[in-house]
């Protein structure tokens, strides 16, 4: 057998350098076929493949190539990560801008960055982003009734999140019409499995509107955990005809070339058909060829076979390798998720500030760790530390996972990325035990990734903090845990959990005589109900809360109960009574100076008077509404009344004064990128001004 240099096999559990990127030929000229048709119109690659399939590796070298190879593409690449530790939301497209403004490879690419248009579209949308972050604020902040960790929107409230996925969409426009001849961008995505529900939805926004010269290459690892995300992706794509590449087990001329050029060895072919049916995957292979190695045996049948047990399980077989030094940094760092700050490994190994440099260097060498930027790290593969997971006595994994958050909490506000410190720590509160010092951190962070419709992270969170309020017996907060869980499972249509969780909720209120987190959760029912068409039960329940609301004083909530009960008689025809309730809200809004909750009442009580064809009425309330939200700057919900206020007109035939507002409010949908209520007031100005146009006949 051929000596191989050691330093070369040290690295072989890492993502493979570009340079020895060995295999996968059929895959690598499919991607690059297809990224040329990004000239004429933007494409989308999906590429797919099981732990260990080599995807990471394979975007690694399409980055490369498509950068470097003289006479290829020689455009610009970014690829980034998406992290695995959930909440992380939009940080990976910040990361996209950042790398976009920094990259001066192409002389072309700098100028086209240099363009005003694109420089302003790229500040808007840095700043959209900043805005966006939904774990701003002190860590631990204390929730300590029912009712204050609620997030229930009032009438008129709302996070607008439109402005974002149309903001990126006008960064890439405005760097497509930049790009000439055979010029593109492309931007990478690894491992997208891990991302956030925001983060998905804009991509699959992106993939709907890309334009041309933008490819986007994303990879993602098909398990059963995130086959329902692969789902969602692979529908976008069958819409565009988009490509999926699935890297499944390699070939016998990719195995050859995979061991000549990353080993230098030679392979027969009574071997190589062994490989094929038993190890094809990329990280056995390594593990296969690693293990020939240390044990100084030659690559023949022979061989593989004994070996073979050892090289199915790659993780095991790259730890028994390890020096112990290096193994006990592996059993210490292996609760912790990627990016891995160094003053965050040199805390959990206990290791001196004055030492640290040589930490840097050694983790630089190590086949256990990839350096990622800066000083940040990850494992250098994920199986290492699920392997390391698996195998450590729960009892071990506890007292790391204290340690950890004693780190976390030891870095604070010097950390680069406060998300991280106050997710992770929420994360290795739990796991280490620590119920009440978790319980108010998930519960807080539950709540701001539900207000930023990040359902999945958000629930479990909320579990989290469950669980944490019944080990310490805190009923309050076991109220609020179950209140945030309802709102959450409702936001997502599963309407009998959501009762279930509410209807504890309220048990425990009763039994505590907590008032105020009785009034929110009957509310909350009432809303349950009244979405399920259960009429009477949802009038039921508003009223309850309504009387207890009056009791104990709460003028805002009040006004938000009136406002749902005239929304049940609106949507069940009993229009005197739906006024009624409406007009003693918008009292109240106007007494207690709720300028937003005022506005939407005035809207419905348009409504209402629209719907019982008193226009005159209409109107009047719908412009005091578009007076109010302009007054307040929500352009969102002034061109659902503009749209309104042309209805109006058209239902009074003033065809004129109709078209005015619809064009009004299609401007304002078109500025905010609601493409549900552009197309919507496309269509009504379509409609209209065939009407107009028969009419003339």
Not at 89 to 116: C, D, M, P, V
Not at 609 to 625: D, I, M, P, Q
């Amino acid at each position: 057998m051929n000596t191989i240099n050691h330093s070369k096999v040290q690295v072989t559990c890492r993502p493979c350098p570009p340079e020895e990127f060995a295999g996968r030929f059929a895959e690598r000229t499919q991607l690059i076929d297809i990224m040329r048709l990004a000239i004429q119109q933007g494409q989308t690659i999906l590429i797919t493949g099981a732990r260990g399939s080599g995807k990471t590796s394979f975007l690694d070298w399409a980055e490369y190539e498509i950068q470097n190879k003289p006479g290829g593409l020689e455009s610009p690449a970014i690829k980034i990560e998406f992290p695995e530790t959930p909440g992380m939301i939009l940080t990976s497209y910040k990361k996209i801008l950042t790398e976009l403004q920094g990259h001066r490879k192409f002389g072309w690419f700098k100028k086209a960055l240099a363009n005003s248009k694109v420089k302003k579209s790229i500040e808007v949308l840095l700043r959209i982003l900043e805005s966006a972050s939904p774990l701003a604020g002190p860590a631990g902040v204390v929730i300590k009734t029912g009712a204050a960790a609620t997030r229930g929107l009032l009438p008129g409230e709302t996070v607008d999140d439109s402005l974002l996925p149309s903001s990126f969409l006008t960064t890439l426009r405005s760097l497509s019409g930049e790009l000439k001849n055979n010029q593109i961008l492309t931007l990478l995505y690894d491992e997208v499995q891990w991302s956030s529900e925001p983060d998905l939805h804009l991509l699959k926004y992106l993939i709907r509107n890309l334009p041309p010269r933008i490819v986007l290459i994303i990879s993602f690892r098909l398990e059963t955990k995130s086959m329902a995300k692969y789902i969602e992706l692979r529908q976008e794509l069958d819409r565009f005809d988009y490509a999926e590449i699935r890297l499944s087990g390699m070939k016998a001329d990719e195995i050859k070339d995979f061991a000549m050029l990353r080993y230098g060895l030679s392979i027969d072919d009574q071997t190589t058909e062994f490989l094929i049916l038993n190890l094809d995957d990329p990280l056995c292979l390594v593990s296969c060829f690693n293990l020939l190695q240390r044990s100084n045996r030659e690559l023949n049948l022979v061989n593989v076979q004994e070996i073979l047990p050892d090289a199915v399980d790659p993780a095991r077989a790259i730890y028994s390798e390890l020096d112990q030094k290096w193994k006990d940094r592996l059993n210490s760092l292996c609760v912790l998720h990627p990016p891995l700050p160094l003053s965050l490994i040199a805390c959990m190994l206990k290791i001196e500030n004055t030492t640290i440099t040589r930490l840097q260097d050694e983790l630089n060498q190590s086949i256990v760790f990839r350096r990622l930027e800066r000083e940040a790290y990850d494992f250098a593969h994920h199986s290492l530390r699920e392997y390391k997971r698996n195998e450590l006595p729960e009892s071990v994994m506890i007292q790391l996972h204290v340690q950890a958050a004693r780190c976390f909490e030891v870095m604070g506000d010097t950390a680069p990325d406060e998300w991280l410190v106050d997710i992770s720590l929420a994360e290795h509160l739990f796991l280490g035990q620590e119920y009440e010092k978790a319980l108010e951190l998930n519960l807080r962070l539950g709540g701001l990734l539900y207000d930023r419709f990040d359902y999945d992270s958000a629930l479990q969170l909320t579990e989290r903090a469950k669980t944490c309020a019944e080990k310490t017996n805190d009923k309050i907060m076991l109220t609020g845990a179950l209140h945030q869980k309802g709102m959450i499972l409702q936001s997502t249509y599963k309407f009998r959990d959501s009762l279930a969780a509410y209807n504890k909720s309220l048990e425990i209120e009763q039994e505590i005589g907590d008032r105020a987190g009785e009034a929110s959760t009957l509310h909350q029912i009432g809303r349950v109900y009244q979405l399920t068409n259960r009429f009477e039960e949802a009038l039921e329940n508003y009223n309850k809360s309504l009387e207890i609301k009056r009791e104990i004083g709460n003028r805002a909530g009040e006004a938000s109960t009136l406002h749902q009960i005239g929304r049940v008689y609106e949507e069940t025809n009993r229009f005197e009574e739906a006024l009624e309730n409406y007009n003693k809200s918008l009292e109240i809004e106007q007494e207690i100076g709720d300028r937003a909750g005022e506005a939407q009442t005035l809207h419905q009580i348009g409504m209402v008077y629209e719907e019982t064809n008193r226009f005159e009425e209409a109107l009047e309330n719908y412009n005091k509404s578009l007076e109010i939200k302009r007054e307040i700057g929500n352009r969102a919900y002034e061109a659902q009344t503009l749209h309104q206020i042309g209805r109006v007109y058209e239902e009074t035939n003033r065809f004129e004064e109709a078209l005015e507002n619809y064009n009004k409010s299609l401007e304002m949908e078109r500025e905010i990128g609601n493409k549900s209520g552009e197309a919507i007031s496309v269509q009504t100005i379509k409609t209209l001004k065939e009407k107009m146009q028969k009419n003339q006949n």
